[in-house]
């Protein structure tokens, strides 16, 4: 009888497995889409540890007191150590999900006594070890598993994000502070100079050569640039705050180098590479996601499928048919089940429907991700190239502007040029060697966004 129904079981298993197949299907990136098929394309391309996407952060930032401060943020960052327990638990419930193929075992001794009537008392004992097997047939705990093995790539896809998003976020905040001294030391050393000046003016003055308005405009002009300082000094402890939080301890003050000089070991080629968005940790996730809600949705159509399980209880007992007998006996059982959803309510129907909506929404959220990385890389590109182009400009304006101010300054020495004249040129070499300044920050900021939109950080 026994060898009857497990046959009966088997043939209905292979009639439904003709219509089922697909649910083992491993997932694969869908085809016909031109922004799928591009990603597709850089997966093909072969790794080169040379190229931008592939170089570790070390040989990017060679800077040693940069290099220190990304370490610390790297070691005590409560974000990364919070994107690694989340792999963490990702491998636990991938354990999880694995185990789900091994029969379930469970010992559950009880025992009793009843009397009726006065009648005596009969202890009753069972000692069973029961067993459950759910056969997967029409992978059921398969897609589980792939998706939870998909769930633990997203989560290592995160931490690598994160990690990125905090050595370029160090990188970042560290010229930004370095930046500000620089400007700090440049508007200190143009105060001395208005100093100076305004003491050229007061004996001037006294010589005859001026009057009391020229003196008092430069007086004016000099406590200007001192006012600048004070914002300054603010705006450079707010980022070494910044800093401080990144490496994740109390608001200190970081010794930073002096020069924003920052440049790739690598040529940076005009246009966007294809391993760029391959090598992007946020667009593998968002393939990852895509991937998860593939195997959702297999889950879902398993739901349609019956569900085989072989039990069986073994044990000792003293309860034989409602007899007690002493001294007790070893007993086994054996069952086998299986259930055919014919009508739930539409709740399979249901989700699954939800399941292909999900579905389509991780695939929009992954073309997105794809579209987003070629954008951060077009970007940081044409910003490297702006502001090369404008950091040479403005160096040529401010040679020309420093021997203006020469010229003006000799010609007002003379008698023959104005108070406003000098006035004129000294501050627009000033605006000029700040505006250097920052064309250079804002070269080395733009190399640094290259370098995280291109998937760096390792």
Known sequence: MMKRFFRYIICLAALTCLTGCHIYNKYELPEGNAIVDDYAHSLQEAPDSLTLPYLSWEKVFTDPQLQTLIRAALTNNKDLQNAKLNIDIAQAQLKGAKLSYFPSLAFTPNGGSASYGGSHMN????????????????????????????????SEDYAQAVRSQIVCGVATT???????????????RTAEIWKDQVHTMELMKQAGSTNEAAVVQSRANYYNILSTIPDMEQQIQLMQTSLSLLVNTYPQNWEVSGSLDFSLPVEIKDGMTLNYLASRPDVRAAERAFASA?????????????SLVISGTGGFTNLIGGMIVNPGKWFVQIAGSLTAPIFSRGQNIARLEAAKAQQQQALNNFQYAVLGAAADVSDAMVKITKNAEKGKLVQNQIQELEKAVEYTQTLFMVGRGTYLELLTARSSLLNAQLSGLACQHARAAALISLYQAAGGGR
């Not at 004992?125 to 759910?134: C, F, G, I, K, N």
């Not at 056969?135 to 598993?145: E, M, R, S, T, V």
């Not at 620089?182 to 508007?187: G, R, Y």
């Open 123 to 154: 202890w009753s004992y069972q000692l069973p070890l029961s067993a459950q097997w759910e056969i997967d047939i029409f992978g059921k705990i398969l897609n589980a598993k792939r998706q939870a093995r998909t769930a633990l790539e997203q």
């Open 174 to 188: 560290y010229y930004s502070i370095v930046l500000l001294k620089q400007q700090l030391e440049l508007t200190t």
């Open 294 to 306: 593939y195997y959702a949705t297999n889950s879902a159509r398993a739901a349609f499928y019956p």
